[in-house]
C-alpha cells in the first residue's frame, strides 16, 4: 500500500509531453485505498495555477491554501499514473467539498455520469 491517499496533494516530477525534460508540479490523488493495494501506482490529476481558462474536467480549488498550494489552482482533468517513486513530497490535501468537485467533473469529463 502507498504512503499516499485520495484527496492528497502532491509535488511531482511531470514530464513534458515531447519528454525533453522534467518540471515539478503539484497533482491531486485521484485513486483509491483499494487501487492503492498491491501497487506502486497512484492516479493523479495536474494541478495548475492557471485559473483563467477552465475547461470540461476542470476544478477551481476553493480551499487552496488548505490544500497546500501557494497560489489559486484549478485540478485539471489531465489524468496520468504514475510511480510512487516520482512523488517528491505531500503538500497536503483537498478538503471534502472540494474533492466532491473533482470527483464531478471527472466523472463529467470520462462520461461516467449516471
Not at 483509491?32 to 492557471?50: F, K, L, M, N, P
Request: with cysteine; proline share 3%.
Amino acid at each position: 500500500m502507498t504512503g499516499y491517499s485520495r484527496g492528497d496533494v502532491v509535488l511531482v516530477g511531470f514530464v513534458f509531453p515531447d519528454e525533453t525534460g522534467v518540471k515539478r508540479r503539484p497533482a491531486l490523488v485521484v485513486s483509491s485505498d483499494a487501487y492503492h493495494q498491491g501497487r506502486e501506482e497512484v492516479i493523479i490529476a495536474a494541478i495548475t495555477s492557471r485559473t483563467d481558462r477552465v475547461l470540461v474536467g476542470d476544478y477551481l480549488i476553493t480551499d487552496w491554501r488548505d490544500a497546500g498550494l501557494l497560489f489559486p489552482s484549478v485540478a485539471t482533468g489531465i489524468i496520468r499514473t504514475i510511480k510512487q517513486g516520482m512523488i517528491a513530497c505531500r503538500l497536503g490535501s483537498l478538503g471534502e467539498r472540494d474533492l466532491r468537485g473533482v470527483d464531478k467533473n471527472l466523472k463529467l469529463a470520462m462520461g461516467l455520469e449516471a
